[in-house]
């Protein structure tokens, strides 16, 4: 692999034809650990895929211990990507079509996160309890830590099973819902004002199968540089991370890399209640006091305004950094139009030296069909130019002659 990428012996394509045959014969991709269907105990958890097909993981058999990881496999890694953005994406991308924004089954934003279980629940009970709200995907109860996860449909039944559930009494324990972080996103920064959505989810579904994927604006509309890409699993964000980190993966013709980082999980719907806050020492002694506008001459004050000074300083310094960086941006950008503009001239001399030695190439071989007559006549042309310099030059000194013999007859 390391000499197929980097340094390429003279018979690249016969080692390569061989490893894949190789390959071929004797590894094969790696299979989930669980069926279609089925559930499967591991250690104190259960662990079940909704459908009769199986999940993204599942494979319908057992893989082999010792086999290559997803990334490294030939028809699955990285060659297999860079074929499939050489080949399906090359050329002019206009006029996309837009995307289907309809909510596909079983995503990743309609998944649950249920806490503080009992661990005696048997599992087709928990099953029992939120399948009355919808159908049932990925089921994951994890009996040690008294957690489950639990993928629904769509969002909207997710929802309810939420609201409804909240708080709610399983055996005198009350179950704790909140939603699932996304572990399947990526934030890909960088993005050039002509980059929409349609070009992002294109660019981006050569590494796998893409739930939902937008373009960050801002109250105008205007892009921030940013975007958010979720895929169908993890494997496919992994591997867009690993592949941009190690190379430099354009989307237009500008030159600017697209930067890809694990999507950070936030939770900014739900935010924190006050049934999942945890009553200790340290939440007692601050509800001591509740929301108060501190004396300007008390201690209080003057320790506020000292936070305050400490985040004016962040802020400034924040934006002395972002004006730096973007000054930075643009000398890179002068620079690299010089480069790109003294890269098209050498590129057209080339051309041209290229188009002279064809020339001469041409007059070699009519020199060669000719013989010694085309010889012949290229020298008598030679020495007709000849004499024709030779006669201009002698007409003109005798004009001159009579030039000058004429201004010495009017002077007389």
């Known amino acids: 692999h390391y000499h197929h990428h980097h340094q390429p012996p003279r018979h690249s394509h016969s080692v390569f034809s061989l490893f894949s045959v190789f390959i071929m014969e004797n590894g094969s991709p790696q299979k989930g650990r669980d069926g279609g269907g089925g559930s499967e105990r591991r250690g104190g958890s259960y662990y079940q895929q909704g459908g009769s097909g199986g999940g993204s993981s599942g494979g319908g058999g057992g893989g082999k211990r010792g086999q290559p990881p997803y990334g490294r496999h030939p028809q699955y890694g990285y060659d297999k990507i860079k074929e499939r953005v050489n080949t399906e994406l090359s050329g002019p991308q206009m006029d996309l079509p837009p995307l289907d924004l309809a909510e596909k089954k079983f995503n990743a934003s309609s998944r649950l996160f249920v806490g503080n279980l009992p661990r005696d629940l048997p599992y087709e009970e ?18 040690d830590g008294a957690y489950a996860f639990i993928n629904f449909d769509y969002r909207a039944n997710a929802e309810k099973a939420k609201r409804e559930m909240q708080g709610k009494n399983c055996r005198n324990r009350p179950m704790k819902i909140r ?65 941009c980190q190690e190379e430099c ?48 001459n008390s201690f209080e004050y003057e320790y506020g305004i000292r936070w305050k000074r400490l985040y004016e300083m962040y802020k400034e310094k924040k934006l002395l950094l972002e004006s730096d960086l ?77 030039q000058e013999e004429r201004y010495q007859r009017m002077q007389e």
């Not at 169908?232 to 964000?237: I, L, Y």
């Not at 139009?337 to 071989?365: C, F, N, P, W």
């Not at 000849?386 to 030059?393: A, I, M, N, P």
């Open 126 to 143: 928990l099953k029992e309890i939120f399948s009355q709200y919808g159908e049932l995907g990925q089921v994951y109860f994890n009996k």
């Open 179 to 243: 939603y699932a972080s996304i572990s399947t996103g990526v934030r890909v920064k960088n993005l050039t004002p002509c980059v929409s959505n349609e070009l992002l989810e294109k660019a981006f579904n050569v590494f796998g199968q893409i739930e939902a994927c937008r373009v960050i604006v801002d109250d105008r509309g205007k892009t921030t540089g940013d975007g958010i890409v979720i895929f169908a699993d993890k494997k496919g964000a992994t591997l867009a991370i690993k592949k």
């Open 249 to 296: 993966y354009f989307l237009t013709s500008a030159l600017r890399p697209v930067i890809v980082e694990p999507l950070e999980a936030r939770d900014e719907e739900e935010g924190q209640p006050e049934s999942s806050m945890h009553k200790n020492e340290q939440y007692k002694q601050e509800r001591k006091e509740g929301p108060r506008f501190a004396d300007r």
């Open 326 to 402: 973007q000054a930075e941006m643009e000398q890179l950008e002068r620079r690299l139009a010089i480069v790109r503009h003294e890269h098209e001239t050498e590129k057209l001399r080339r051309e041209l030296m290229a188009r002279e030695q064809e020339a001469m190439q041409l007059g070699r071989s009519l020199y060669g069909r000719q013989g010694g007559y085309g010889m012949d006549r290229y020298q008598g042309l030679q020495e007709d130019r000849y004499t024709d310099r030779y006669d201009t030059s002698r007409d003109e000194r005798y004009q001159q002659a009579l």
